[in-house]
C-alpha cells in the first residue's frame, strides 16, 4: 500500500513538471484568419499576443512580413492604446495588381503601447487585412519580435519544420486554404466579372431592340387609326 503510494505521488509530480515545462510551447506569438485565407484573395488575420511574464507588460509587437511573398495590400486596424508603423522597401521584382505595377511593398508593422501595454495573465489581437495572398504556397511565415516593458526582448522567428517537434520559439504562421473563383482579385473572378458584363449588354441590347419593335407596332396601329378616322369624317360631312 505505501509502495503504491509513494509510486502514484511520484506519478503526478512527474506530470505537473510535465505540464509545467509544456505550458510556454502553448503561449507563442500565432496568427489567425478571421474566415478563411485563400490564395490568391483577401483575408482579415488577427496576430495573437500573450504575455507570458509575471512582472512584465508586453510593451512592442513587430511582425515582419515575408520576402519571398510580398503583399502588395497590406493594411492595420486601429488597437486601442498601441501606436502603429507600417514599414515599406523596394522591391526587387515589381507586382502587378489590378492591371498596376507596384514596386514597393509592406516589410513590417510595429505596434507600440501607448500605456500599460499587454499585462501579466493577459493577451491582445493585432489586425492586419492582407492581400492579395499568393497563389504559389501553401503557407505565410511571419517572424514576429515581443518586447516587454523590462527590456526583454523574446523573437518568435524559428520556422516549424514538418515531421519535427515544434522548435521552442516558432514564427506564426498563417496556413492558406485553396483558390476560389469567387475571392477578390483572381483572374476567375475577372473573368466572371467580364462574363457578366457581356452579358447584360447582350440583355440591354435585346431589350433596345425588343423596345424599338413594339413603338414601330404601336405606330403603325395609330397610323391606320387616324386615316380610318379621316375616311369616316369624310363620308359623314358628304352625307350631311
Do not use: C
Amino acid at each position: 500500500m505505501k509502495a503504491s503510494r509513494i509510486a502514484a505521488a511520484a506519478a503526478a509530480v512527474a506530470g505537473t513538471a510535465v505540464l509545467t515545462l509544456s505550458a510556454p510551447a502553448f503561449a507563442h506569438v500565432s496568427v489567425q484568419p478571421e474566415g478563411t485565407a485563400a490564395k490568391g484573395g483577401y483575408a482579415v488575420v488577427d496576430f495573437k499576443v500573450p504575455n507570458e511574464r509575471d512582472n512584465a507588460s508586453t510593451t512592442k509587437v513587430e511582425v515582419n512580413l515575408p520576402a519571398d511573398h510580398p503583399i502588395a495590400s497590406v493594411m492595420p486596424q486601429p488597437v486601442p492604446g498601441w501606436k502603429v508603423e507600417v514599414t515599406k522597401a523596394k522591391l526587387d521584382k515589381p507586382l502587378t495588381m489590378h492591371g498596376e505595377k507596384i514596386d514597393e511593398a509592406v516589410t513590417k508593422v510595429t505596434w507600440t503601447a501607448d500605456g500599460k501595454g499587454v499585462e501579466p495573465g493577459y493577451f491582445q489581437k493585432f489586425p492586419l487585412s492582407l492581400g492579395a495572398l499568393p497563389e504559389n504556397t501553401d503557407e505565410l511565415v511571419f517572424k514576429a519580435i515581443q518586447t516587454y516593458s523590462n527590456k526583454e526582448v523574446v523573437r518568435w522567428i524559428e520556422v516549424p519544420q514538418e515531421g519535427q517537434d515544434e522548435p521552442e520559439n516558432p514564427a506564426p504562421v498563417l496556413e492558406l486554404s485553396a483558390a476560389t473563383d469567387d475571392h477578390h482579385g483572381s483572374g476567375a473572378a475577372e473573368k466572371t466579372a467580364e462574363k457578366t458584363e457581356k452579358t447584360a449588354a447582350a440583355d440591354s441590347g435585346s431589350g433596345s431592340d425588343t423596345t424599338a419593335r413594339v413603338l414601330g407596332v404601336v405606330g403603325i396601329v395609330i397610323g391606320v387609326a387616324g386615316v380610318a378616322y379621316g375616311v369616316l369624317a369624310g363620308r359623314r360631312r358628304t352625307t350631311a
